[in-house]
């Protein structure tokens, strides 16, 4: 499978690189994944060709880049380069199947939940009708909206919880990258591991508040997979704290493990005329197997959160920090 990364060098030049453990291979002539993607889509030519055209024999340690020795700096593996607010970043919830924790008190996925509420109801809709077979338009899934491009942060970059939020912790998920091509198709770039960063407290209190939760810093990467497989993908999350690690857990993705087809999840994602606007790239979250807050974890400041799924390269690694300030009023001034 092909595997891209974008960096940065020490002056802020951007480049995209092959994996070609354990080095990367520099691509010429293309600043961004992004660009990358439009080529393809102007020449009818698959991504992973253009790339491998491209490569220029540039070599680059890998490791001193993936641990922040190097003057280079890695990117998340896909954003609007020009327009960040161009870049959306959305996900669907109660998708999976494997946790055994209840949704309405963590917003993972799960069966194990009485009496049937909102969120049960919401689950057992995909189980029924989120897998509706080829050409077929199945159950509408959960949504959220997180943000834009400025939301987005790479490997190795910190995740806020802000003066505002009541807790800030991670989810492990596998998300789709897609840019929208000049006739208002979806084009699916490829797949990345993602931390789909949200306040799982403020979330608790009420389930009216999932919006208002997801709204939040979120991390990708940091490889791109151009062709994955997606059937069943096993990972792992683990959360450290200083030298010990404090929580682990082997999770899962992939079709196989959720009650909606990746089909079906694209269909009601880019269903919706604003999601195919030419030009516009979508980060669009899976949904998460198993968190750590719901096994009563709290992170603290400085804690990593890390995340690996097989295929997707290397371990996606972010360091919570939490605002120190407090929370301060927002006033809004009449132009009168």
């Known amino acids: 499978m092909t595997r891209l990364i974008q960096l940065a060098d020490g002056a802020g030049a951007r480049r995209v690189a092959l994996v070609d453990e354990p080095r990367v291979c520099l691509i010429d002539g293309f600043a961004s994944v992004y660009a990358l993607a439009n080529a393809a889509i102007a020449t009818g030519t698959p991504l992973s060709d253009v790339a491998r055209k491209a490569a220029t024999g540039d070599l680059l340690d890998y490791d001193a880049i993936y641990t922040g020795s190097s003057e280079w700096l890695l990117l998340p593996p896909v954003d609007h380069p020009d327009e960040p607010a161009r870049c959306l970043i959305s996900g669907a919830g109660l998708t999976h199947l494997g946790d055994d924790q209840p949704p309405s008190d963590n917003g993972a996925d799960s069966a194990d939940v009485e009496p049937m509420d909102d969120t049960m109801r ?66 699916r770039i490829g797949m990345t591991a993602g931390n789909e960063f949200c306040d799982h407290r403020f979330e608790r209190r009420n389930s009216l508040y999932v919006a208002s939760s997801r709204l939040r810093e979120c991390a990708i990467g940091p490889e791109l997979v151009l062709d994955p497989s997606f059937d069943s993908v096993p990972g792992e999350a683990w959360i450290e704290r200083g030298d010990d690690v404090i929580w682990r857990k082997a999770i899962a993705s992939g079709e196989a493990e959720m009650s909606h087809s990746l089909q079906n999840l694209e269909h009601h994602h880019f269903k919706y005329a604003l999601h195919r606007r030419p030009g516009d790239v979508h980060v669009h979250f899976f949904g998460a197997h198993s968190l750590s807050e719901s096994e009563g974890v709290t992170l603290q400041q400085g804690d990593v959160m890390a995340i690996r799924f097989d295929g997707f390269g290397r371990t996606l690694r972010n360091v919570l920090q939490i605002e120190a300030r407090a929370e301060r009023l927002v006033s809004v001034t009449p132009l009168g």
Do not use: C
């Not at 809709?125 to 080829?134: K, V």
């Not at 509408?140 to 919880?161: C, D, I, M």
């Open 122 to 187: 919401m689950f057992q809709l995909g189980i029924e009708g989120g897998r509706p077979g080829d050409g077929k338009i199945g159950v509408a899934p959960e949504w959220f909206y997180k943000g834009t491009g400025q939301n987005l942060r790479g490997h190795n970059q910190s995740l806020t919880v802000p003066s505002y939020a009541e807790d800030g912790s991670e989810e492990a998920e596998l998300a789709g990258v897609y840019v929208i091509d000049p006739e208002g198709r979806p084009r």
